[in-house]
């Protein structure tokens, strides 16, 4: 099964602003991919070092920088020191347990996600969860990812071809059309563990075997931590959209309350999957109820059909002096008919009964 548990790895005792990357451990490169555009205008880089980044984000159009692997602490010291990022966030950012959350400062808004990551078929799981966090300014917007293999293709090709509004609109809307994206790869992810959910009730209906129980059991234990880790999104973006904060704009916020319509969507389907994986035990307890109750009905049928034959067995097996049947020459041969007739009769009333 999928795994969406968090484990802190914050060093004990460590004072607040300490940058400690507490994620999974990589060995491979950090990637900075940046996107310098406005209307009719789009530059854009792979750079290898934070240093051929930061003139970028000091000029006057829309520059996203995203940064894909968190294992590199001084590339999120260098650009937080260059924008003048609270030592706290960039805490945060490395700190990759944290809740969707949104916070405001002078010149900047911070905001935490989490993304689901649709997996392979081979992989050992459904989805797979990293934390999201983006750093909205007045003309720039940092994307910090945990690994590579995102959900803002489209997005990035959206800007190469200038095409909709968001070559036109500022940074605000740029942050928009990201947490957008997010959300609505939310539905992909939700769309395969409803299938998952379909191909272990048919599991179950086949055989009720106690790999299908466990299967239940992880798949319940799932989607408890992903209403968890989902539910605080709504209040996320009730937040942004509360504030009342220069760096988005009227316009932008109506896109706003869309995403925020999205999130309760998906909120709504998640505690829909839950009463479907809760019901899924249900049916395994059904199943295994009625495969005992046919176990039972045949033993039953067996032992009816038997008791009338063990009774007439018995009495002719009593060793009494006088019994005239045992001295008659087709004695054998009428009580083994008889116990035919009795057990041809009784199989034929539990069919007339529908019992068989």
Known sequence: MYSL???RKKQVGAPPGTLVHTGERRTEKVTIRVMDYSE???????????????????????TWVDVV????????????????????????????????????YEDYLYLVMRALIPLADDDDGLVDSEQL???????FVLTFQEREGDAFGSIRERIRNGKGRICRMGSDYLGYALMDAVVDHYFTSLEKIGDYIEELEVKILTASTEEALEDIHSLKREMLLLRKTLWPLREMMSNLQRLDSDLITEQTETFLRDVYDHIVQVLDTIETLRDLSAGLLEIYLSSLSNRMNEIMKV??????????LTFVAGV??????YMPELGWRWG??????????????LLAFFRRKRWL
């Open 299 to 308: 033993l039953t049928i067996i032992a009816t059909i038997f008791i009338p």
């Open 5 to 7: 548990s968090f484990r």
């Open 133 to 139: 966090s983006i750093i909205l300014g007045k003309r």
């Open 332 to 345: 054998y041969f009428a009580a083994l008919g008889l116990m035919g007739v009795i057990g041809i009769f």
């Open 316 to 321: 002719y097996g009593m060793n009494f002096n």
């Open 40 to 62: 009719g205008a789009v530059e854009e880089h792979v750079v290898e070092t934070v240093a051929e980044a930061l003139p970028m984000l000091d000029r006057k159009s829309v």
């Open 69 to 104: 692997g968190l294992h590199q602490v001084e590339v999120v010291e260098q650009l937080g020191n260059h924008l003048g990022l609270h030592p706290l966030v960039m805490e945060d950012i490395l700190h990759t347990s944290q809740r969707p959350k949104v916070e405001e």
